[in-house]
């Protein structure tokens, strides 16, 4: 039997040598045939953020060297944060991390090495793996160059094709993908159907992140998929003082078996990642219930309040020639920024990044769909 241990989002700022986990937490991840993790923004170095929309981050440099210390053995890249700090942050974080001898998938120099799958054996079990994000700043899509550094896209058809290559060469095919809305428990519908459809060409397991929040999983005929796991280790200014309890999982792998797993819960206590006790765990039960009981009624007011509470002000600004919104008070309030020179916003970049990222754009087509069949109260 061969385990794969698989955590979520990791940004560490605070902690100096780099380890982020409880003992007994990287006994277990140090237990498994192979770990991985989302790494979710590069090394901090002294060059110039690029321009975007939405927060940059950076972790410790030493954060690489305390991952390989705690167990683990693969960085996935792809990701909305991998690129904060341009091709210089990339090719830093990469060369760190080939120096404590981790591998890294899912972002390059081009377009063949951001698309590159790994494959492991182990146990003489062949494991294919693929990375992949939603379209944000550092993709690389259609109208990338083919030497364009970057992450590689969700939504390419490349990703199709490499999942139909290895599950011809490897036992079990696993995708671990970033996508999703922020800070809700269920995922939206276009990418449960798309992260089904990877299982359809031959996944034997989805391990989504990104939502910062954990979600249910589901079987989907001999596959499963775990839509997130949530926050690993988080500490930005936002998520500092969360305890972001959550989940890991380890997948255990055995020769013409189904994939089953384990599910390590922990949260985050002094500045480490540890695992939680009973009354601490997050109820997964609960999680996997909504994703069939009354999934619909969920998706439609989620869908409807980002659009209201946080896509159509922002759309609206980003196209106005003026500091308005659409809103008295908050027009109003972004005048007043605007005059003391305040929260400078680059509205072509913020236009960018509403239309372009595609679970702003599924909410806000299927919010407009409600509103127009006069939908649009819970």
């Not at 992450?151 to 599950?167: C, F, G, M, P, T």
């Not at 079987?219 to 998520?239: A, E």
């Amino acid at each position: 039997m061969t385990k794969i241990f698989i955590c979520g989002d990791i940004v560490n700022y605070g902690n100096d040598d780099g380890l982020i986990c409880s003992s007994s937490l990287s006994k277990k991840i140090s237990e498994a045939d192979y770990s991985i993790c989302n790494f979710e923004a590069p090394i901090e170095i002294n060059s110039k953020p690029v321009p975007k929309s939405g927060p940059h981050h950076y972790q410790e440099k030493t954060t690489i060297s305390g991952l390989d210390r705690q167990g683990f053995n693969l960085l996935c890249l792809a990701n909305n944060h991998i690129m904060d700090y341009g091709e210089s942050g990339l090719t830093a974080t990469i060369k760190e991390a080939k120096q404590m001898g981790l591998e890294t998938i899912g972002a390059g120099f081009n377009f063949n090495q951001a698309y590159e799958p790994v494959v492991k054996r182990f146990n003489n079990i062949k494991i294919g793996f693929i990375n992949a994000c939603e379209a944000q700043f550092g993709v690389i899509d259609y109208f990338s160059s083919e030497n364009q550094p970057g992450y590689a896209w969700i939504n390419h058809s490349e990703i199709d094709k490499r999942i139909l290559e290895l599950k011809k060469e490897c036992d079990f095919v696993i995708v671990l993908a970033h996508a999703g809305l922020e800070h809700y428990d269920i995922p939206q519908k276009e990418w449960r159907l798309r992260f089904k459809h990877f299982c359809d060409l031959g996944a034997d397991a989805v391990v989504g992140s990104h939502p910062h929040v954990p979600q249910g999983y589901e079987y989907y005929n001999d596959s499963i998929i775990f839509y997130s796991l949530g926050n690993f280790y988080f500490d930005s200014k936002k998520f500092r003082m969360k305890e972001d309890s959550s989940y890991s999982i380890i997948l255990e792998l055995g020769k013409n078996k189904k994939v089953d797993f384990e599910p390590i819960f922990h949260y985050k206590k002094n500045g480490v990642v540890q695992l939680a006790p009973i009354e601490k765990q997050i109820d997964l039960k609960v999680l996997n219930n909504i994703l069939f009981e009354d999934y619909n009624r969920s998706h439609d007011n989620m869908s409807l309040e980002i659009f209201y509470g946080k896509i159509k002000k922002n759309l609206i600004y980003s196209l106005s020639p003026i500091p308005y919104d659409g809103g008295l008070k908050s027009s109003v309030k972004r005048i007043i920024n605007f005059l003391l020179g305040r929260n400078k916003v680059n509205k072509r970049l913020l236009s960018l990044h509403l239309l372009r990222n595609e679970s702003y754009y599924y909410a806000t087509k299927h919010a407009l769909e409600l509103i127009s069949r006069n939908k649009d109260l819970p």
